[in-house]
């Protein structure tokens, strides 16, 4: 079972960016699909982005243009670079696995190892 932690949340400014960065416990390309997810308070989880095993990347159209998904497969981290953040990018972020090794779905495949999140705020 992969390891999964998230670091790089913090408050930031409207308009401001900021890099999450995902280290797993073990080689990860080949093998999964990865993900990032968020949820805000008194909502429910939504896919944010995902890349699976040749690069290839999905994205929620919240944050089309704006965040990048990408990995190192050498170090075994994922990251999220988030730009032109808004106040509505609030949320606790998410890593995930999926031993799909390709891209189903951010509600379907198979999301069976989590971190324990990383909190972003976003202030107007």
């Known amino acids: 079972q992969v390891q999964l932690v998230e670091s790089g949340g913090g408050s930031v400014q409207s308009g401001g960016s900021r890099r999450l960065s995902c280290a797993a416990s073990?080689?990860?390309?080949?093998?999964?699909?990865m993900g990032w997810f968020r949820q805000a308070p008194g909502k429910e989880r939504e896919g944010v982005a995902a890349i699976d095993i040749d690069g290839d990347t999905s994205y929620a159209h919240s944050v089309l243009g704006r965040f990048t998904i990408s990995r190192d497969n050498a170090q075994n981290t994922l990251y999220l670079q988030m730009n032109s953040l808004k106040p509505e990018d609030t949320a606790m972020y998410y890593c995930?696995?999926?031993?799909?090794?390709?891209?189903?779905?951010?509600?379907?495949?198979?999301?069976?190892?989590w971190g324990q999140g990383t909190q972003v705020t976003v202030s107007s």
């Open positions: 995930a696995a999926d031993s799909s090794r390709f891209f189903q779905g951010f509600y379907g495949g198979t999301w069976s190892a």
């Open positions: 073990i080689y990860t390309h080949r093998r999964y699909c």
